[in-house]
């Protein structure tokens, strides 16, 4: 059964509070699936690979929001960013791991706001905790 969460969601990244701009989210882990089939085999084999994990957000836009995201896609940083998404009680933390990805300002009706969306890609595995 679904948990409701209103209200107990956060994400910071870089030390930068999303949460004011973010009417969506989400986060994913993909396990990577590795082909083994061989001659022998009867059918197609697979042993689990590593994780991909990404964080989509979106939500109301505004300038302060490009502030934070917009200079690390025009410049892409050396050096990624940290990362910390809360859901409920679980905290996921990627230090120095992250960065933004298919950034997207949608003004196509702006009588009902600017929307933006985006991906954060992480590298390696969250600490829970």
Known sequence: MAKKVAGNVGITHDSNALDGYLNTS????????IQTTNFD???ELSIAGL????????GPWDGT?????????ISP?????TLAVAIDTVTY???????FNNY??????????????????????????
Do not use: K
């Open 26 to 33: 989400s986060m994913s882990a993909v396990v990577n699936a």
């Open 41 to 43: 085999s009867t059918g």
């Open 51 to 58: 994780p991909t994990w990404t964080v989509s957000v979106g």
């Open 65 to 73: 929001l490009d502030g934070y995201i917009g200079p690390n896609l």
């Open 77 to 81: 940083p050396t050096t990624l960013h």
């Open 93 to 99: 933390t990627w230090t120095s791991n992250t960065f």
């Open 104 to 129: 997207t300002i949608d003004a196509s009706s702006p009588a009902e706001g600017i929307t933006w969306s985006g991906e954060l890609t992480c590298s390696g595995v969250p600490t829970r905790s």
